[in-house]
């Protein structure tokens, strides 16, 4: 999200978050004071699907002039259907439908005021970014899932993996004003591709909700009595389409390394950009997120949930 404000020249602040990742108020007023240059915007999240009431930040902004932008990239947000509650406040909204559903790409930029979007333009993909598209949508349709068997080898591996030496990262912070080699200025201005559309508008949002919120039930049920760790958000409020499950561990060395070992898919935001706030690097290596995707079947959930249940039984007094 710095790379746009960076190809555009922008000074970038990364404002303090709590611990349930709200905005804190306090916090942006100390930061705010410290700014030089007058701020144009700010970027307010909605983490893992969680929608969160920006009313008073939405105020904030208003009396300090500043665009309130809502990143609704983790919020079920598309053309169609917005999840309650979200992309109510910020003048611009932003969203990543592709998240949701078993396609290539899909970001959409929404304003409230449409006149805001008239100088907007993109450019349409083409015909062989079309094809690529259409190849990979219907690749994910084949199941490459875990079978049965692989339940019972969880001990095993988990025990090879646990007698040989943790190779720890190495903590390395770049600085750079421009920006990042992911970043395409190209890509930036082309439509999400036609079949990405199709399959955004054509999937059943309701059996998308529903698969989603019994698998982050699944996976607080499955935490609830293992040591090591806590769900962060343990209550899914109604009608929430969570993105998915973020659980905080006590050790991520050894736990997350051998999780990762073990083959479990585990995103982490270890590397973000480098921030201040407390929170924030906490959170880069001891918050897990975990898949809580519709299309997981029960054999998946079932893998999943009992390798992190046995890898964080597991004592890191041993660790080498
Ligand atoms: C909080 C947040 N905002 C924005 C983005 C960017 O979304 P996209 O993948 O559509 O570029 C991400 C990406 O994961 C994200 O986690």
New binding site residues.
Partial sequence: ?LDPALALNAEVHLYPLQADLSPDLVALDLLLARIQKPVKALLA?H?FGIVRDFCGLRQWCVDRHIVLIE?C??VLFTENFRAPGSGIHGQFVVS?PYKFFACDDG?LLYAPDACLLENVATRSATFFEELRGIKHVLERGRSTGRLAGDLASIDLRLADISAGAVALGNHEVIERSAPSSLFSELAAARASLRCSQFVAEHSSLDDNIRCRRENYQRWVQAVATVPNCHALFPILPTDCAPYMFPLYIDHPDPHFYWLKHLGVPIWRWDEMADSACRISQDYRQHLLHLPCHQSLTGIEMDWMTAAVDKTLHRSVAGAR
């Fill in positions: 999200m999240t983490y990143d990239s983790h990543s970001g």
